[in-house]
């Protein structure tokens, strides 16, 4: 008699998570196309892509790559660079600490982005596809192919939740779109890149110069595109290859890497920085240099106020305005009522202090209200220095800012005997007027920052967090609550007066139309406030990258026209959906957004 027995059964475990691509290739088709796509889009940049120089950037020429050639040139050598990292190329394993399938994804992206922009709009502007040469058409189908090539390249994909018979269509079409959402969320996302480990100091030092190299290269380039198709392709190349070396692991790489070095690090931004004038022919692009450096010294004063202290003021423009104001009527300008002219260290000193003190007597009676009513009660307050700037012109007030005709003829400043209004010649190079306004406006910006970091990292600075984060609980472990925000707000309000000083000698006229609330030019409250939420509330690098874009960006985009404050509005209620916290996260609001984000071991208060 035989006995037969069976295996107990064991409950299901969980299996794990299919592997597959987007798009239906096998793997090793994908990879190929991605790597022959790559190659052959550097291969068409050295190709005529139109046969008539009217389009712009005169893509006429065989063997050498010109205008939106070179930025699919770049995007190309990235996604040929990724694609042989996915072959295990031993000498490219260091430009992927995350995997490269992600960052493959994105440089393919840029690439066909920028490439295909160009074919329409060539195509667009001449009258049709017949004005394409044959690297036009290469170009076209080589991005394509390493496009589809990446997209069919596996990853893990999430599991579908189970459907529910019962549920109606509507619920089951909402159940299939967010698992098809969250399967492209996967598809372009990276693992974490591995730490970098401890290298001798002066590699650490030079991979931190060639990265503010870099970082120069690409803003030079940027503010030096000369028609509107040629920056609007840079953005395309820089926003996706940004993202493609951010998902390779390079960023964080980096990251960790400045972090051994901040005093260096900051003081090699601002080298680099001082670098810009003597890379520019003429002063065409250093007075939008001037302008941004002055947006973003006050966007990093706002900073302190928004972004550590938590006080919401939609009227920070007014005390940019009344330091510019000080300042012009000190000048010895022939519009200014008072006949005096201080030196240089003494308008500075009259503008900070008479915007400090607008501050104090603004804050002391308003800052014990909270939230929605303090923001309301500085937005009036914006207005009302505007208005009354507008109206003190010996009519309707005292003469004393000549109404709505300003200050004019404001004259250029001299320190030490230095004319910053006259053209001067430092080793070889000519600096002009704006490029001088520019080197005092960075010593300007550097003693801001300087301010900024040593206030977030004292006693009071972390008394502004904690009020930020929970002012009840501050209050109960002891805090001062108004005169911390005092403080904050007196702070903030004397580093724009400072920036006000030079911005009245830099426009040669202040007039009340220049500090409204909000316009199509900044700098406004509305504009100084996108920066810093743009660029990351509570730390040093946000609001100076997103004073630069916010200023950058529209100054370029004047062609939309009437569509141009359209066009910025979707941009940033895309960046607000997609990154809430910020360009330059702080690492505790990007754990608030992002839950599923994997908690540190150390907790930065003001950011990277």
Known sequence: ????????????????????????????????????????????????????????????????????????????????????????????????????????????????????????????????????????????????????????????????????????????????????????????????????GKLPAFVEILIIAVVLALGLLVFTYGIGTQYDELFIGYLITAGFGFAALNKAGLVAQATQITARHQTITVFGAFIAAALFPFTQTDDQ???IGVYILIFATVALGLNIVVGLAGLLDLGYVAFLGVGAYAAALVSGSPSSPWDVHFPFWAAVLVGAAASLTFGVLIGAPTLRLRGDYLAIVTLGFGEIFRITANNLDGTSGPDITNGSNGISSIPDLKILGWDLGAPHDVFGFTIGRFANYFLLMLII????????????????????????????????????????????????????????????????????????????????????????????????????????????????????????????????ILLMRFRPEGLVANRRRQLEFHEEAETPTVLSKTGA
């Open 285 to 287: 692009y250093a007075t």
């Open 445 to 572: 910006t550097a003693v801001v920052v300087l301010v900024f970091r040593r206030s977030g990292d004292s006693r009071i600075g972390r008394a502004w967090v904690a009020i930020r984060e929970d002012e009840t609980a501050a209050l109960a472990m002891g805090i001062n609550g108004f005169k911390v925000k005092l403080i904050a707000f007196a702070v903030g309000a004397s580093l724009a007066g400072l920036a006000g000083t030079v911005q009245a000698h830099v426009t040669y006229t202040v007039t009340p139309e220049q500090y409204q609330f909000a316009g199509p030019i900044p700098p406004n409250s509305a504009f100084l406030l996108a920066a810093v939420v743009l660029g990351g509330m509570g730390t040093i690098g946000g609001p100076l990258i997103g004073a630069s874009l916010l200023y950058l960006i529209p100054n370029k985009l004047q062609f939309l026209g009437d569509y141009q404050l359209f066009a910025f509005g979707v941009a940033l």
């Open 1 to 196: 008699m035989t006995t037969q027995t069976t295996a107990p059964e064991t409950p299901d475990t969980p299996s794990a998570p299919a592997e597959a691509g987007l798009i239906g290739l096998p793997p090793t088709l994908g990879r190929a196309l991605a790597l022959g796509g790559g190659v052959l889009t550097i291969v068409s940049t050295f190709m005529s892509w139109t046969w008539t120089s009217d389009f712009p950037g005169d893509l006429t020429v065989y063997g050498y790559p010109g205008g939106l050639q070179v930025l699919v040139l770049i995007g190309g050598v990235l996604t040929t660079l990724f694609a042989l990292a996915g072959y295990g190329v031993k000498a490219l394993r260091h430009i992927v600490p995350a995997g490269g399938d992600a960052a493959l994804r994105f440089a393919a992206l840029a690439s066909f982005a920028t490439a295909w922009y160009t074919v329409i709009a060539i195509s667009d502007e001449l009258g049709g596809v017949v004005n394409l040469d044959p690297g036009g058409f290469v170009v076209a189908v080589a991005t394509l192919a390493a496009l589809v090539g990446s997209l069919a390249l596996p990853f893990r994909q999430p599991e579908a939740d189970p459907i529910d018979p019962d549920d109606s269509s509507w619920e089951q079409f909402k159940n299939k779109a967010a698992h098809k959402r969250e399967t492209i969320k996967a598809a372009f996302a990276a693992g974490s890149p591995r730490p970098v």
